[in-house]
């Protein structure tokens, strides 16, 4: 099976049902992606493919090929950080950090359809995307300063 | 990947050869980055009393601190460097701190208690200190000058006349200061530097970001779930359906077709699959048949049913009351007299992430790579479980998610440990979301009465709290007899921990007042998923919730302002604490309020008749010396029955603030977990099985009810003009102890009811608004 994953093609052999968390993590050895509930629940495991947030731990493998995945690996540019990860240092909004990965991606999709959201949008947009630090109030903010960045 | 052992470290630095020879830059390097090289063992403790095991320097003038404390996000790391750099007078962004694993770092005890600064923060500024006077007086012998004709800034240290300089590292880089300290234990460590006043720390109250971010953003952090080692093998668990079950036989038949498949292991009730890979263990563990044959009766009433079972069950064990004046006298006296119960259901720790450690037994060896907060623990733990010398152990704590006391990542560690010894391969054992929601260890629940009485002119003449938790055989940090793992496998404590009830705490003056707790147990004390562990504060909150909302009823029925009853009952009494809590109580009360813009006037506020009702509720508390002063405005839908707490005002005092930024970020995270508990937050279960289980099944707050606003004060006023030194004092669980009331007061200032029971969930709030 073949992956292409932030630019690079990878291939794996692997049983095709296999959840595309595992092949990113176990195979791939990448650590953006993390297992938080293995059910479409959390967030944890977000990638972005096509332009959308998706759950890696409920998407089988097999119906990610030929496809651009992207990880928060691949989120910098040229050795820049994205301008999510930038207003993520700037307003040091993880605390423990496990769940940022899923934060920043669902944020980086939310800006890119709504270049200028309002709070109740932000909300909205990012509720589904849990985090137990309960560091909310600060992505909140981060969300607006990226935001703000890319204008 | 691999760590090598501090001891290898020091052999491939040079450090182990005495006094002169040059360290190899390279093998700090390879130590700091986790080499490539693994250390043979075994690993003995790190001498506390050896300065060389506390801070090394290097010949680039960088110096690298090792501290047994462990950072679950609060940016303790960051912290422990501004004050040990402010110490040892270096510059703040020439050093940098490694934490918790114990073949490196001395046994601090790893993170518990908010202690960090409060305690262990001591022991780190005097071996910074020690290790500034021995540098000193190398540069005042190298200079033949004395002491007292040396400066020293950023670990440059110079002449008065400014004719001479010479750097920490060139005075010591790569060499061991071979000096000996002394204290009757770790946190008692000391040299002979006094330690600085906090006038002369530079990097004390500023807030350099955080040194753990960057890694966590751009995906270059390496967690605890991320270790993997050469041969590595996965392992999930078989949970009982039933609660209190028993294994009658497995049927190795029904997984004979998954791939990859090593080995079904089962001791007791404990059983596990391990696999090659991943996916492979996911699929084992699931399709493993095994034959279990039920309790023989009801492991624990249904959760709905908890607060009666809980009232009428008779007590494992009483607690001592702290009795002040004669309450049933004041009681039978009083013009008027209230009684009200509240009740706080068991709420889980429900990490993030799932429990996971790796755990590798290669060269005869055991290393664990965990998260657990308290690695030396572990370390003891699994040695005394696996019948083997502790020397052979050690734990590498890595990152991982939010760990709030006793978590899973315990019941984990050993987990993988004795699988890990059971088959001679390195083994990750990682838990699913139904195993760490359902059977992580849960924050005891209380169900509370509260009696108290006015006199006629509306002064608190009595309180009376009674408390019952059910909090028997309440689990331990790291214990080799009650992880989840001994547990199943049959073994039981001589002993079962009798729990307890804590009281509330304030500084409340009142003439008669009584405080007693009695402790409950669930009908199945072992093998169960209601296992009580310490969750942040641990039971703060429980009890806070009782006094705080019911203080609030008796200003209700004084018909006074909420917070100036408060400010009266605290001024009442004229005694204060060595710490001085009491002048502290009314200065956070009084900035919460400024900062609100709080109008004095009683509760209700007069009732509107829209579909938002919007009100306002106070709560304060102590932990230990910190003081929290909590006001939140919320809205009520009468519709839809939801709660959103719009605004947060936290006045909080912790002493000498070392970062006030990263303080800010883990209080308000403090103070939305607190909501999230007064809100959405109790392991549910029917008679036979936990029923919290998931994200669907166990609501968390989530960024739907983000506050429009949090307003942090860090009021930290020492109102004692003979102590310039402010201490400091810990700081993040004193902040979940009063919102849970704070909540429940606006809930009643908003609508004229008052809940008692938790969590406030729109059924109960539309029940609520009916009755
Ligand atoms: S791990 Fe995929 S949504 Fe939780
Ligand atoms: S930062 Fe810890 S779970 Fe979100």
């Given at each position: 099976m073949t992956l292409l994953v932030n630019g690079q093609r990878h291939t794996v052999d692997v049983?095709?049902?296999?959840?595309l968390l595992y092949v990113l993590r176990n195979?791939?050895?990448?650590?953006?992606p993390r297992f938080?509930?293995?059910?479409?629940?959390?967030?944890?495991c977000t990638v972005i493919i096509r332009g959308e947030a998706v759950?890696?731990?409920?998407?089988?493998v097999s119906q990610s090929q030929n496809v651009e995945i992207t990880t928060l690996e691949g989120l910098a540019t040229n050795g820049q950080l994205h301008a999510v990860q930038q207003a993520w240092i700037d307003e040091q909004v993880?605390?423990?950090?496990?769940c940022q990965n899923g934060q920043m991606l669902t944020a980086k999709v939310l800006l890119d359809k709504n270049p200028n959201p309002t709070d109740a949008q932000i909300r909205e947009g990012m509720k589904g995307t849990l985090c137990r630090c309960f560091s909310y109030y600060r992505i909140n903010a981060a969300v607006k300063r990226a935001a703000q960045r890319r204008a | 990947m691999s760590a090598p052992s501090r001891r290898a470290f020091l052999k491939t630095s040079g450090l182990?050869?005495?006094?002169?020879a040059a360290v190899s830059v390279t093998g700090v390097e390879a130590f700091l980055q986790r080499g490539a090289t693994p250390a043979a063992g075994p690993y003995p403790d790190v001498d506390h009393l050896q300065l060389d095991s506390w801070i090394v320097i290097r010949p680039d003038n960088t110096a690298t601190f090792f501290v047994g404390k462990t950072d679950l996000g609060q940016g303790t790391g960051t912290a422990f460097r501004q004050i040990m750099a402010d110490e040892l007078d270096i510059?703040?962004?020439k050093t940098t701190c490694v934490m918790g694993s114990t073949d490196v770092?001395?046994?601090?005890?790893?993170?518990?208690?908010?202690?960090?600064?409060?305690?262990?923060g001591y022991p780190m500024r005097r071996v910074a200190a020690e290790a500034r006077r021995v540098l000193l007086d190398m540069a005042a012998a190298q200079f033949g000058?004395?002491?007292?004709a040396l400066t020293v800034s950023d670990g440059i240290v110079t002449t008065s006349d400014g004719a001479r300089r010479v750097t920490y590292g060139e005075l010591?880089?790569?060499?061991?200061?071979n000096v000996t300290l002394t204290g009757r234990n770790i946190d008692s460590t000391t040299g002979r530097a006094p330690l600085k006043s906090v006038q002369a720390?530079?990097?004390?109250?500023k807030s350099p970001q955080?040194?753990?971010?960057p890694a966590k953003v751009n995906g270059t952090q390496r967690w605890a779930v991320d270790m993997k080692v050469p041969g590595m093998l996965h392992a999930r668990n078989v949970r009982p359906p039933l609660v209190g079950a028993t294994l009658?036989?497995?049927?190795?038949?029904?997984?004979?077709?998954?791939?990859?498949?090593v080995k079904i292991v089962s001791r007791g009730n404990y059983v596990a699959v391990v696999c090659e890979r991943e996916e492979q263990a996911i699929r084992a563990a699931r399709q493993l048949r095994c034959e279990w044959t039920p309790p023989a009766?009801?492991?624990?009433?249904a959760s709905d049913d908890l607060f009666t079972y809980m009232r009428s069950t008779s007590p494992s064990s009483v607690g001592e009351p702290v009795v002040e004046g004669d309450v049933s006298a004041a009681l039978a006296g009083a013009a008027t007299v209230l009684e009200a119960r509240y009740d706080v259901p068991f709420q889980g720790?429900?990490?993030?992430?799932p429990a996971h450690a790796l755990a590798d037994p290669s060269n005869g060896q055991l290393t664990i790579y965990s998260n657990d907060m308290k690695s030396y623990g572990m370390r003891t733990g699994v040695a005394q479980f696996l019948g083997i010398?502790?020397?052979?152990v050690r734990v590498v704590w890595m990152q991982g998610p939010q760990?709030?006391?006793?978590?899973a990542a315990e019941d984990a560690g050993f987990e993988a440990a004795f699988l890990a010894h059971e088959l001679g391969r390195p083994v990750r054992m990682q838990w699913t979301r139904q195993e760490e929601s359902g059977w992580d260890t849960k924050g005891p629940a209380y169900a509370v009465t509260m009696r108290g009485a006015l006199d006629?002119?509306?002064?608190?003449i009595a309180l009376d709290f009674d408390a019952r938790a059910?909090?028997?055989?309440?689990v331990g940090y790291n214990e080799a007899d009650t992880v989840l793992i001994a547990q199943l496998m049959g073994q039981r404590k001589a002993q079962p921990a009798r729990g307890r009830a804590s009281y509330p705490s304030d500084k409340y003056g009142i003439p008669n007042r009584r405080m007693a707790g009695s402790v409950v147990p669930m009908p199945?004390?072992?093998?169960?998923?209601v296992r009580m562990g310490n969750l942040r504060d641990p039971d703060g909150p429980q009890a806070t919730f009782a006094s705080e909302s019911f203080i609030d009823e008796l200003a209700v029925a004084a018909k006074a302002d909420p917070v100036a009853f408060r400010l009266a009952l605290i001024e009442r009494s004229t005694a204060d604490d060595s710490g001085f809590k009491r002048a502290r109580s009314i200065a956070c009360l009084k900035a919460a309020a400024e900062k609100f813009g709080w109008d004095p006037r009683p509760a209700p506020?007069?009732?509107?008749?829209?579909?938002i009702a919007v009100g306002r509720g106070v709560a304060y508390a102590f932990r230990s010396q910190t003081v929290a002063a909590e006001i939140v405005e919320v809205e009520v839908?009468?519709?839809?029955g939801r709660i959103w707490v719009k605004r947060i005002v936290c006045a909080h005092d912790?002493?000498?603030?070392?970062?006030p930024e990263a303080l800010t970020r883990t209080l308000e995270g403090g103070l939305l977990h607190s909501v999230s508990r007064a809100l959405y937050e109790e392991a549910r279960f029917d008679g036979t099985k936990?029923?919290?289980?998931d994200w669907v099944s166990s609501p968390t707050l989530t960024?739907?009810?983000?506050?429009?606003r949090i307003d942090i004060i860090?009021?930290?006023?020492?109102?004692?003009?003979?102590?310039?030194?402010?201490p400091h004092y810990g700081a993040g669980?004193?902040?979940?102890?009063p919102m849970l009331a704070a909540v429940a007061n606006a809930v009643f200032d908003a609508t004229g009811v008052r809940m008692r029971?938790?969590?406030?969930t729109t059924t109960r709030v539309l029940e609520s608004l009916r009755a």
């Open positions: 049983e095709p049902t296999t959840p195979d791939l050895d990448l650590s953006g938080g509930c293995g059910l479409g629940q959390c967030g944890a759950r890696s731990c409920v998407r089988p993880p605390a423990c950090g496990f | 182990m050869v005495a006094s002169v510059a703040f962004d770092t001395v046994d601090q005890g790893g993170s518990g208690g908010s202690d960090a600064l409060q305690t262990d000058v004395p002491v007292t010591i880089g790569g060499k061991k200061f720390m530079k990097n004390v109250g955080r040194d753990d971010i009658k036989s497995i049927d190795d038949t029904s997984v004979k077709d998954v791939p990859g498949l009766s009801r492991p624990f009433p720790h429900t990490s993030f992430g010398p502790k020397e052979k760990a709030y006391g006793r978590t006629g002119r509306g002064q608190v059910a909090d028997f055989n309440h199945l004390a072992w093998e169960t998923p506020k007069a009732r509107g008749t829209g579909e839908n009468r519709r839809t912790c002493g000498l603030v070392i970062n936990m029923l919290s289980v960024h739907a009810d983000v506050p429009e860090q009021v930290n006023g020492d109102p004692n003009p003979a102590r310039p030194d402010l669980e004193t902040v979940c102890k029971r938790l969590p406030l």
